[in-house]
C-alpha cells in the first residue's frame, strides 16, 4: 500500500482546510486509516482513524468536533476535513495505515506511511 498526503498549506485561525490521502492498491478496502501530525521538537501525534469498512471513527480529544475523517472508496482516498483550525494545530500532517484495530494512538502498530503535508495556521 501506498499513501501520499496532500492540501496542507498556510491559513488563518478559524478557517478550514481539507486534506487528502490517496491510495494505491487494489487492497484499500481492507486497511483501517489514520490521521497523526507532528509539530517541531514533539512525538507524533494520533489526530483521527476510521475503520476498513467506515463504520467506526476516533478523535483525539484535541480535535473532537473540528476535524471530521471519512473515506472515499470510489476514489481510494481518505479526507480529513479540518475546520475552525487554531495555531496549536500547525504540523506535519501524515496518514497511515494498518489491518488490526487496536491501539489505535500508537504510531508503531501503522504499516504504511505517507510522505506527510504541511499545515500552518497563524494567529
Known amino acids: 500500500v501506498q499513501l501520499q498526503a496532500s492540501g496542507g498549506g498556510l491559513v488563518q485561525a478559524g478557517d478550514s482546510l481539507r486534506l487528502s490521502c490517496a491510495t494505491s492498491g487494489r487492497t484499500f478496502s481492507t486497511y483501517n486509516m489514520a490521521w497523526f501530525r507532528q509539530a517541531p521538537g514533539k512525538e507524533r501525534e494520533f489526530v483521527a482513524s476510521?475503520?476498513?469498512?467506515?463504520?467506526?471513527?476516533v478523535y483525539a480529544d484535541s480535535v473532537k468536533g473540528r476535524f471530521t475523517i471519512s473515506r472515499d472508496s470510489a476514489r481510494n482516498t481518505v479526507p480529513l476535513q479540518m475546520n475552525s483550525l487554531k495555531p496549536d494545530d500547525t504540523a506535519v500532517y501524515y496518514c497511515?495505515?494498518?489491518?488490526?484495530?487496536?491501539?489505535?494512538?500508537?504510531?508503531?502498530?501503522?504499516?504504511?506511511w505517507g510522505q506527510g503535508t504541511q499545515v500552518t495556521v497563524s494567529s
Open positions: 497511515a495505515a494498518r489491518l488490526d484495530w487496536h491501539s489505535l494512538g500508537d504510531p508503531t502498530k501503522y504499516n504504511y
Open positions: 476510521i475503520s476498513w469498512s467506515g463504520s467506526l471513527t
